[in-house]
């Protein structure tokens, strides 16, 4: 089983993961979830945990139970697809405002709370994204740790996992940000904003972290008008 991801329970570890492989097409819509005692040997836990993650992922529609046949990825799971929704929803609309009103608040927590070790992971997730600029490759991954890394030092489990959630939502969104065939300044915009960010929790700055949490924010929204139009029809690099 991978390291720790900075979630506080096995379950949620193994959720994510299986979350994950469902957003990015390894799990495609229809497809036949491996068996408890599968995953359980996969992640090495017991089956009860594999059984509380696979309940989370049908608590939120993406899978589904068919009676007597298994577990099956739901043919149009319930999250946010920036593949299938080119235009801004209501729903991803919805979740902008719940990425607001969560993270301008963790930003604060963590600029206040944050420890030596809690600087040094978001600052590897910098980092990260710093060499995918230089390479011109996508820092998607690396933007949804740093997001995470900042929720981890707020030290509240309870906002760490709504945080976490809405990552996983947002992982199509950010990905697009990352691979714009039209808009290459796209990313060096976003990761300016990550700059400003990291260092006012570095500086223990409640303010600034909240300010910089929110103008990220607004740049996200920003840069959402600017490429729907060209999502449907963007091939992948």
């Known amino acids: 089983m ?45 089956r009860s945990v594999v059984r509380e993650a696979v309940a989370r992922l049908k608590a939120e529609g993406m899978v589904e139970a068919r009676q007597g046949s298994g577990t099956y990825v739901a043919k149009q799971p319930r999250v946010l697809s920036f593949k299938q929704q080119a235009e801004a929803t209501p729903e991803l609309k ?3 405002e719940l990425r607001r009103i969560v993270e301008v608040a963790v930003a604060g927590l963590a600029a206040e709370r944050r420890s030596e070790s809690d600087l040094k992971a978001i600052r590897a997730s910098l980092t990260a994204m710093d060499k995918a600029l230089a390479l011109g490759d996508s820092g998607a ?6 997001h995470e890394a900042i929720a981890a030092a707020a030290k509240n489990p309870y906002l760490q996992r709504v ?8 992982s199509e969104v950010r990905r697009l940000t990352w691979e714009p065939a039209d808009y290459p300044d796209l990313p060096q915009r976003a990761q300016d904003e990550h700059q400003k960010l990291f260092a006012a929790i570095a500086a223990r700055d409640v303010e600034a972290a909240q300010r910089y949490a929110g103008a990220h924010l607004d740049g ?3 840069r959402l008008k600017e490429v729907p139009g060209q999502a449907a029809g963007r091939k992948k690099r």
Do not use: C, M, W
Not at 7 to 23: A, F, N, V, Y
Not at 26 to 42: F, I, M, Q
Not at 163 to 170: G, L, T, Y
């Open 2 to 46: 991978k390291g720790s991801i900075h979630t506080p329970r096995l379950s949620e570890t193994i959720h994510r993961e299986l979350e994950r492989s469902i957003l990015d097409g390894s799990l495609p819509g229809g497809e036949k979830l491996p068996t408890e005692h599968a995953l359980a040997e996969r992640y090495a836990v017991s």
């Open 141 to 146: 991954a690396a933007d949804d740790a740093f």
């Open 220 to 222: 996200v929204d920003s």
């Open 163 to 170: 945080v976490n959630f809405v990552s996983a939502q947002f």
């Open 94 to 96: 919805q979740v902008l």
